[in-house]
T-cell receptor, first 117, second 109 residues
Framework: GAVVSQHPSRVICKSGTSVKIECRSLDFQATTMFWYRQFPKQSLMLMATSNEGSKATYEQGVEKDKFLINHASLTLSTLTVTSAHPEDSSFYIC???FGGGGNSPLHFGNGTRLTVT | GQNIDQPTEMTATEGAIVQINCTYQTSGFNGLFWYQQHAGEAPTFLSYNVLDGLEEKGRFSSFLSRSKGYSYLLLKELQMKDSASYLCAVKDSNYQLIWGAGTKLIIKP
């Protein structure tokens, strides 16, 4: 159980274009979804937290106008990287949980490798 | 500030046992998680500890001492497929997950 699907797994785009990444919880209702970014050989960096039906909470240093997050339903959240630049190239991972309590683990999507040329 | 420390890299031999340590300093504590992450893939959940003691799950065990701010992940009968990064994460008083940088485990035949 607790499957999170993330799409696409890889995307290559030209500088200046926008890319949308989808994250779906397939067999549970995700009250909260998280978006992470991970650079090579580094740990996960939380970008934003989104709760269904409300605005995302962005971490310090993350531009909300550049990384648009929409959490329209309990099973779907999207991250749109607008006007992508080469420095946005990274591994983006979504995760979801169905409870905020202590023992609720995060279930991760398989990640999206974004390369901006 | 909040901090989680774990070794950057460890090497072990196939069939042996390895212990990966994690120490933490956080504002409050609501549980500690261990995740496994293979290169280029997303993390997968391994274990959860909230009370002191040892939690065993097959070849993997995780230990917690809240008074010492310390946990370890014990891997027995190592297999080549166990080569991965192991991430320690703690939920603080606000139930926010604080992540360690991960320990890269290299298994040699």
């Amino acid at each position: 159980g607790a499957v999170v699907s993330q799409h696409p797994s890889r995307v290559i785009c030209k500088s200046g274009t926008s890319v949308k990444i989808e994250c779906r919880s397939l067999d549970f209702q995700a009250t909260t979804m998280f978006w992470y970014r991970q650079f090579p050989k580094q740990s996960l960096m939380l970008m934003a937290t989104s709760n269904e039906g409300s605005k995302a909470t962005y971490e310090q240093g993350v531009e909300k106008d550049k990384f648009l997050i929409n959490h329209a339903s309990l099973t779907l959240s999207t991250l749109t990287v607008t006007s992508a630049h080469p420095e946005d190239s990274s591994f983006y991972i979504c995760s979801a949980t169905f409870g905020g309590g202590g023992n609720s683990p995060l279930h991760f999507g398989n990640g999206t490798r974004l390369t901006v040329t | 500030g909040q901090n989680i420390d774990q070794p950057t890299e460890m090497t072990a031999t196939e069939g042996a046992i390895v212990q990966i340590n994690c120490t933490y300093q956080t504002s409050g504590f609501n549980g500690l998680f261990w995740y496994q992450q293979h290169a280029g893939e997303a993390p997968t959940f391994l274990s959860y500890n909230v009370l002191d003691g040892l939690e065993e799950k097959g070849r993997f065990s995780s230990f917690l001492s809240r008074s010492k701010g310390y946990s370890y992940l014990l891997l027995k009968e190592l297999q080549m497929k166990d080569s991965a990064s192991y991430l320690c994460a703690v939920k603080d008083s606000n139930y926010q997950l604080i992540w360690g940088a991960g320990t890269k485990l290299i298994i040699k035949p």
